[in-house]
Nanobody, 128 residues
């Protein structure tokens, strides 16, 4: 049974930082691209960042590029999202996801339907 368990969310002031973690089990971790999505109340789930199987390639949504950094540790079956300079508009539930396919330059990777497994999410709230 595949499990993706996010942690590290919380309440932070604007300009602050958080580091999200996602621990994976039940799947060959290094065979999967990993990603982060987020969903704010009343909005659709949106792509945040993704990383290829061995971390060679990464991509980011324009709204977070330069502020968020995705990384992975295949020895620990864990993917991370370091977030700095947080803004109130970053407030959302953040979801970890795993996918068998990763395309660096295709919208395919940014679509939620392209991802095979999902975590339950962790709340990030940024106060102004």
């Amino acid at each position: 049974q595949v499990q993706l368990v996010e942690s590290g969310g919380g309440l932070v002031q604007a300009g602050g930082s958080l580091r999200l973690s996602c621990a994976a089990s039940g799947l060959p971790f290094s065979s999967y691209a990993m990603g982060w999505f987020r969903q704010a109340p009343g909005k659709e789930r949106e792509f945040v960042s993704a990383i290829s199987r061995f971390g060679t390639n990464t991509r980011y949504a324009d709204s977070v590029r330069g502020r968020f950094t995705i990384s992975r540790d295949n020895a620990k079956n864990t993917v991370y999202l370091q977030m700095i300079s947080l803004k109130p508009e970053d407030t959302a539930v953040y979801y970890c996801a795993a996918a068998t396919n990763y395309y660096q330059n295709s919208d395919y990777t940014t679509r939620p339907g392209s991802w095979n497994y999902w975590g339950q999410g962790t709340q990030v709230t940024v106060s102004s």
